[in-house]
């Protein structure tokens, strides 16, 4: 824990029309808190981060929030939403954009791409807005397939189920609804958090899902019945983030209260309590081989961290603007974020 943390260079960044040079400026030295917690074992050190100033070329077009990122998982095709009340599809590896999806009357919070590799069902996007809509378009011609209005406030997050079938909402009315994402059908309305619901996910079986709410909790669910596991507790505000380790046998969820917390599946028991500057954390996802959980926070940057020991390992700035979230390509060697300045980078991965 007394190596010194690398940094993440920017690949590419993308943004929208006319091309402009900035420099993002970043303190060169701060020092993170590492804190790891459980019954048996209480750590704390400090970690150096040294995040350093780097050119980003911008392209402008969202003019401000890039609320969500989604990339398809043969990582060929990047989706990203706004404030703007637009979704653009983009060609990751040449840093192209496709197409610009418009219909939604207000900002799109959250997208979510159906696996491409279950099903000989063309790939579906998925998107929530604070009008209240989701909106299903074909990924491959940018078509609107259909318009789900169930939800009687503004939808914050969705996840598509491992399977490709099943589609999970969340928002402002505090339930969470699962929808027959080839249909369009409500197959359920899921009922029991006291304030908004600001993630979903659903573990790589597709057999458990996970809410992540401002009532300060976690829920985990069975989706086939519609019945709830149990509650986790232990943020002491919002949680906006929650994701599944790939072995489906941890959980991170990240939150307002600048923690990110990884609880054990099998018991509900908080493994471990990371801490950095104490920020909000927008974003949590592990790597594509669970080696390494990613956060995306208001200091502007994204850290990677070792779960299993708790280390920082990396801190990765692309630009001087919040993260509000970001994906791993599923080849694990880059990280593409968005933020508030409308920006998205592709940053390097350290090895």
Request: glycine share 10%.
């Amino acid at each position: 824990m007394n190596s010194k943390p690398k940094s993440g260079k920017v690949v590419r960044a993308i943004a929208y029309a006319a091309v402009v040079a900035v420099t993002g400026c970043i303190p060169q030295s701060s020092a993170k808190l590492v804190s790891l917690e459980n019954s048996s074992l209480n750590l704390s050190a400090i970690a150096e981060s040294e995040p350093t100033a780097k050119p980003v070329a911008i392209l402008t077009g969202h003019p401000s929030y890039v609320q969500a990122i989604a990339i398809t998982s043969d990582g060929q095709i990047l989706a990203s939403s706004g404030d703007d009340n637009s979704i653009k599809i983009w060609n990751l590896a040449q840093g192209i954009r496709i197409r610009t999806l418009t219909g939604h009357s207000k900002p799109v919070h959250a997208i979510a791409i159906s696996p491409s590799d279950v099903s000989k069902m063309p790939a579906l996007l998925a998107s929530g807005s604070y009008d209240g809509s989701i909106k299903i378009w074909n990924l491959a011609t940018g078509e609107l397939i259909r318009t789900l209005t169930g939800d009687s406030d503004s939808v914050l997050c969705l996840a598509i189920s491992p399977d490709g079938q099943t589609l999970a909402s969340g928002g402002l009315d505090k339930t969470i609804k699962l929808w027959n994402l080839r249909t369009g059908t409500l197959i359920r309305t899921l009922t029991g958090d006291l304030d908004a619901v600001n993630a979903v996910s659903f573990s790589p079986d597709g057999q458990t899902l996970a809410s992540g709410s401002a009532d300060q909790t976690i829920k985990l669910w069975n989706p086939n019945n519609g019945i709830r596991i149990r509650t986790l507790t232990g943020h002491s505000d919002w949680v906006n983030s929650v994701t599944f380790s790939p072995d489906g046998q941890t959980l991170a969820s990240g939150s307002n209260d600048g923690t990110i917390k990884i609880w054990n599946l099998a018991t509900g028991e908080l493994q471990s309590t990371l801490k950095g500057k104490a920020v909000m954390v927008n974003s949590v996802a592990f790597s594509p081989k669970g080696q390494t959980l990613a956060s995306g926070s208001l200091d502007n940057t994204i850290k990677l961290w070792n779960p299993r020991s708790g280390e920082l390992k990396s801190t990765l700035a692309g630009d001087d603007s919040q993260v509000n979230s970001f994906a791993f390509n599923p080849d694990g060697q880059t990280i593409v974020s968005g933020t508030n300045d409308g920006i998205i980078n592709i940053l390097q991965v350290p090895k």
